[in-house]
């Protein structure tokens, strides 16, 4: 079992920055690749962003290649999405998820066992 606890959300302006954190307990970190996926209201979960459990290999959609970085801290249990210039269409629940892989980053949200309970980012215009 594995614990999955999301914070740094908020409300921001466009243009402005947020990074959010991913805490993970109950099971070896280290050796799951881990996802960022946000959901919007009326639409499906998509992913947003992934690293393998070296954190060497990174994964980005396209609508946020260039503005995010996902990053982790094995020592720390923890995985990082440092958010850049949002957008009002970044605004969602995002949720990190940890997959079964060591190295393959899933892009489908059904491909990754555990989740957390989600952090709200809203971006005003």
């Known amino acids: 079992q594995v614990q999955l606890v999301e914070s740094g959300g908020g409300l921001v302006q466009a243009g402005d920055s947020l990074r959010l954190s991913c805490a993970a307990s109950g099971r070896t970190f280290s050796s799951s690749a881990m996802g960022w996926f946000r959901q919007a209201p009326g639409k499906e979960r998509e992913f947003v962003a992934g690293i393998a459990n070296s954190g060497i290999t990174k994964r980005y959609a396209d609508s946020v290649k260039g503005r995010f970085t996902i990053s982790r801290d094995n020592a720390k249990n923890t995985v990082y999405l440092q958010m850049n210039s949002l957008k009002p269409e970044d605004t969602a629940v995002y949720y990190c998820?940890?997959?079964?892989?060591?190295?393959?980053?899933?892009?489908?949200?059904?491909?990754?066992?555990?989740w957390g309970q989600g952090t709200q980012v809203t971006v005003s215009s």
């Open positions: 998820a940890a997959g079964s892989s060591r190295s393959l980053i899933r892009v489908g949200a059904n491909t990754y066992d555990y």
